[in-house]
Nanobody, 121 residues
Framework: QVQLVESGGGLVQNGGSLRLSCAAS????????MGWYRQAPGKQRELVAS???????NYADSVKGRFTISRDNTKNTVYLQMNSLKPEDTAVYYC???????????????WGKGTLVTVSS
């Protein structure tokens, strides 16, 4: 029905950069907030950044000034530009979006399967 597919993860050195992408597809009527979460080994999943349909952004304190979230509503895609990466940024990054579909008026949160980001020291 609705799919979120992340891409762009990988291995990068301390101080490097990566850009994650997440494309939503399926019977989409509207996409409200979109966001990126991450889960490191042995830790709970945490919000990294979010963006509303109007472009208002919110960031975790740990990534402010280093990460930038953006979205292209024409492509149903959200991006996360990650600069000055640190080993503690190592985690599986998940995309999430609150979507209204063609068959339901109720907005539902959808999740991607995740993409691994590894920052080596």
């Amino acid at each position: 029905q609705v799919q979120l597919v992340e891409s762009g993860g990988g291995l990068v050195q301390n101080g490097g950069s990566l850009r994650l992408s997440c494309a939503a597809s399926g019977s989409i009527f509207s996409i409200n907030a979109m966001g990126w979460y991450r889960q490191a080994p042995g830790k709970q999943r945490e919000l990294v950044a979010s963006i509303t349909s109007g472009g208002t952004t919110n960031y975790a304190d740990s990534v402010k000034g280093r990460f930038t979230i953006s979205r292209d509503n024409t492509k149903n895609t959200v991006y996360l530009q990650m600069n000055s990466l640190k080993p503690e940024d190592t985690a599986v990054y998940y995309c999430s979006a609150r979507i209204g579909t063609m068959t339901s008026s109720i907005n539902t949160d959808y999740w991607g399967k995740g993409t691994l980001v590894t920052v080596s020291s």
